[in-house]
Each structure stands twice: as structure tokens, then as C-alpha cells.
């Protein structure tokens, strides 16, 4: 995925003018360059001379006060009236600009290529993802957000490991709390209630038990019962600052079955194969490819059922975390590039059997020149 | 916004392809169309024999599992090995369904419209928003998902009613309730923790106090004074059905200023106006123009202040309001197109000073044959 970075090749860098048409929900991107979070569309360029975002008059105040104080802000109903209804507005911006080639995101919205193609202004799509490969590696301030959405992340799996631990197995095998059945429904309001209460957003967390845990985005439903595992994938997200935590433990109340048991252990073994080769030029693949030969050498193969279903571990070992929830770089066979210092990116090998459940066990870590730093402090245990 | 929508139009329907490459959580056609919620990128397809989604094997069996029953679900790393490394896997696809040309939204990515024009594979973009028209005229289910999700912000906002009201002044003329200083961040970080605790999902709640009201995308922060305007947006979305909801009061506890007292009365006048106009075939532009006309005979103006900021009334009167926060139709100056059964529309009218604040009413109605059922049952008064 990062194979055409141009920017990092050797060549001597030529200025290119950049236009991303947006809004900060949908591009990560436009959110990094502007600092400015809006709801709806907005544009941001960059020129030789200025950088700049175009808003609705709906932002324009609150814009002037919140970007990025190098960035020209610029009302659209003005402009719009200047452009008159002949023209494109991308087409006209273009044009009041002196910009006759932008180079845009892989993203980049094809209709307003279209307009701009037409009007003889040519376009470089960049197949960098992200469009700011900087992004990639993150600063001193970035890692410091993401280590707080993490805490809060770690504060939250010790709530859930503490109602887990206090719960009662009833008659019917089922836990209870205070005399009513533990659900995913319920542990899932109670987490996400409270990390809103912190001011971080969390949305289908998953608590997925029994052979929910096998498909690894089943946020999972239900009564929840002793002796199977619960996967507990917990991503909250900054609202202040945008950044995403992300960590993932798997837990049993009561006594775990032998084969989830091995499983845990061939997981967390491959957990930590993978992060011994960490540091800065470790080629991402080749993490991935050092985790899933752990699983085979515990005895764990990757396949298909019968019924097609995947099985075993088929999801890649790790991805970027930052100002998305999954980014660049990929920690997985379709990745073929070093990790930097920098990177953040998560460690998170799986076994996934639909007769049983899965196993999934989490970590966020930063790559340093000779190693990596963890973000979590909290120890993985399968039994409660 | 919708001028070009060519489905309305009287030609005979010939069938088009339609190819979609977003996450649901990108773009709101791919989740009506599937069914299906993924954080990261899929495909979605329609041709003349099938409707497909195409997903990692990470959402394989949960796409099977929840996926409208009509749609074949895909995995596309079993497709990526036949694709191979040489074809742009939209352009393997496309050969694959035998599709030589594509109808595609707007938004689609412009590095996938580049692979897919090169290889010969012919692109018709779709100017229509949202690109799925039906999507605007809701039926019963969605009317009843929408409505869910007002009483859930109408609670909330009782909720911060009933705060309000209790909130004593201290000699600073402060809110203080039980010894604590009421702020913005309290009161929005106490709505969204209970949101999330009823199954919505709410960010950046609007609670703008003062001169902060006068920025309609302001979200508020700091002490809550008495005597000062308390701008209220409150939008959550259902966790279970996607949809949102959608409603904006305005307090003050206390005395309210003659000039505060005007501006609700005018904007309470503009929203009434605006309501009575409400039916199938009204033109949209025409219901915008009535509320203006209803705040300047009540004596405001709307323009600019000497530092270009704007202030009076200077954003559309409503949106649409579905699996978007903000869809089509819109009510605004800019939409001369007719209402019809069945959109579901905020009329929120407001005014918007820098010297004191703002007044803003929002109500979310679905448009009938001959006038329009409201969703919100809670009235509209300004002093506590």
C-alpha cells in the first residue's frame, strides 16, 4: 500500500499544489492539514504562496478561530457568488488560484475530477495512502495523545475485567451481577457511557462470546456464560484531540477449555515473537509471516470450513492507528516495506474457530531505532 | 442539489451497473444499499443478474450473517488471488461481472475511476445526491427509526431542561448545581455519556452560551452565565439503526435581554411561518424565503459586521435528516425543487449576533401530501 511514496524516494522534491474537497469525518487527511473538524464538505489547498480552506458562511467564524494559523480561511457563499452558476467551483477556485495541475488524494471525489479534467486543469492522484505520508510517523504530541486514548482505553478493559471477576455464575451457567445476566448489550453500554463521560467516543465496541468471537468484527449480543472466551476490542477515540486508542483481550470466566486454552497461548506467544523483531527497518511482511509460523509451530493451521468460513488466523497482524482507526502501515503480508521510527501500529495476532470462538490479544505500540515502546501496561490473563 | 436527478425523469428506465467502493461509515448509499456496517473499505455492486458485496475475510461470515438477503457476499482475497498483481482489482472485477460500463456516485474515488477508464471500462457519474434518490422520500420503517431517535434527543433535552432549572446562580452569577459550576463540557460530556447508555452514539453536542451561540458550529465551552442565551443542538444517531435525529433549543435561565426576547420570538415566528407552508410540492426555496421574510419583519437584517464576520440569519432553514446528519432535500436558497411525501427535513431558522449570542429552534418533521407530521412533542420556551 506504501509501495508508490514518492515522497520518499531520493528525487529532489518539485512543489506540487494540493486540493482535498472533504469533510473531516470522511478524510482523515483534510482534518491533519487543517486542524479544522466540520460535518460537511469543505476544501483545503495548498499553493506555493498560501495554504487555505474554503467554508459555508454556517463556519466561517468558528474556522478563523480554529485552523491552523498559517491557513487562509475564505467564505464559499462569497466566492460562489464570484463564480456565477457557468462554471464548476473547483474549476473557478483553480483558475483565481494560478493552479493549472493539483495533485489530489486517491479519494479525491470523481465528479469534481471530472470538472476539472474537462476544464484542462490536470490532476496527479496520488496513491499514497495517506495523501500526508508524514502521518506515518507520528511526533512527540501525536504520540502523546494516542497514549492517553489508550490509557483510557486500559482504564475501561479493567472496568470490564472487574465486572467479569465480580459476577456470579447462576444455576443456568449464565453470570449475573447484582442478580441480572451480564450481556454484551449491557457491557457495552456501560463501557462506551463511561469513556463518553471521559470525552472519548466509542462505537460497536466488541464483546463477542462463544463462537461470536470467531467473526472478529462481531460486536457480539447476548447472555453471556462461563467457560467461553469473551474478546473485548476496545477503540475509543479522542474527541478532543481526534486520536484513536485501540487494545484487545480476551477473557474466561471460570476455567477456559483446553484447546482455548492452548490457543491463548499459542496467541500470546505469537504476540511476542512478533514484537521481539520490532524496530525501525523490519519489514512489515516479515512481522507477520514471524507470527503466523508461532501459531503453526503451536500446532494451529489457517484455512477454510467446510460451509467457506474462514478459520484459524486470516486477518493481517497489525495496522496503523492515529487519526483513523486503521492506517497505514499495514503490519501484513501484502506490506512489503520497513516499519519507522514513528510508526504506531498494533500487534494484534488471532485464532478463529466457528465451533468455539476466537482468541484475540491486543497491543498498541510505538517503533523505536532498536525496539519498539508499548502503550499498554495491563497483562494478558485468559482466566477470571 | 438534486436538479440532476435523472431518475425522476419521465424516460423509460434502462439499467444501469452500479459500482460503490466506501465504508459505510464514508458514505451512507453503501450502508443502505447492503445492510452491511464496516469501519474500513468494501465493494458493492449491482448489475442486471446479482447484487454483490465484496470484503476482507476478516468480514466474511459476519457479512453473511447481516447482509440484505438478496446480496451475495464476496471475499476478496480469494478474488485478489485470481485477480493477481497486474490488474487493478475494479478493472478484474468489472470483467469478472462483465460490466463495460459502470454507474458510480459522486464521491467515488478518483485512483479507482483512473484504473477503470484506462483499462476501457466506461464510467457514467451520477450528480444525484444521495446517489440511491429513494433514499429522500422515507418509508414507514425509516420514519419509525427517525422518530426513535428524536424522543432519545427529546429526553436529553428535558434532561438538560431539567439541569437548567434546578442549577442555582452563585454571586458571580454563575450556574451552580450541587456546589459545582455548570460548563458547557459538563453538560455535554452528561447528555452523551446517557446517550450512549440508551444505544446513540452523539458527538460534539452544541452547548454554546453566549457569544459562542453566535458561531452555529461553536460547541460551547466554559461557565454558564445567567442572563445569557444557551444554544442547545442536540443530534444523536441509533447504534442499532444508523439513523439520527435531530432538534436545536434555546434557553436562558433567568432574564433573558429585550433583544434576546426579540430574536426567539422572531425565530420562534420564522419557524411557524415556515411550518405553515409545509406540504408535498412546496418549493423548498420558497419555505427558506418565508422565514427570512419573517425575521426582517420582525426587525432584524441580516449582513455582515465590520470584520466580515457574517451575523443575522445566514444559513439554510433546514436539512435533510436519514442515515446523514445532514442529506438532501435541502431548504435553502439554493434548492428550487419541490418537497415531496416523504423527506424528512429540519426547519431550523436562527439569528446570530457577535455582541450577544444566538437563537436557534429546530424541529424535525417528514413532509405529507398536504402538510407534515412533526417528530418533536417538546415546546419551545426561552427563560428558566
Redesign the interface.
Known sequence: MLQNNDFSSGKAKTFRAKLLIASS??SADIFYASGF????EFYYYETEHEKGIIV???????A?SEVRKEIRVL?R?QLLKECGAEVPFPVFLSRRLGVDCWQ???????????DLLKAGIR?E?S?TVPFFPERMCKTGEEIAAIRKSVQAAEEMMRLLQYILTESKVNSRGFLELAGTVVTSEFLR??L????????Y?A??TIIAHGPQG?????IGSGPIRKGEPIVADIFPRS?VTGYWGDMTRTFVKGKAAPVVKRAFHAVLKASETAKSLLRSGAIASEVHQAACEALRNAGFRTGRTKEG??CGF??GLGHGVGLE??EAPRVSPLNPNPLRAGNVVSVEPGLYY?EWGGIRLEDLVVITRDSFRSFNTMGMELEL
Do not use: T, W
Open positions: 469525518e470522511e473538524h466540520a460535518p460537511d459555508s458562511p454556517l463556519e466561517y467564524s468558528r478563523v467564505d457563499s489530489v488524494p486517491a479519494r479525491f471525489p470523481f465528479a469534481d475530477a471530472q490532476l492522484c496513491r453500554s456501560e462506551e457511557g463511561s469513556f463518553k463521560k471521559m470525552g467516543s462505537s460497536r470467531s467473526e472478529p468484527h462481531n474527541d468460513l474462514p486470516f486477518h482507526i486503521h466457528p
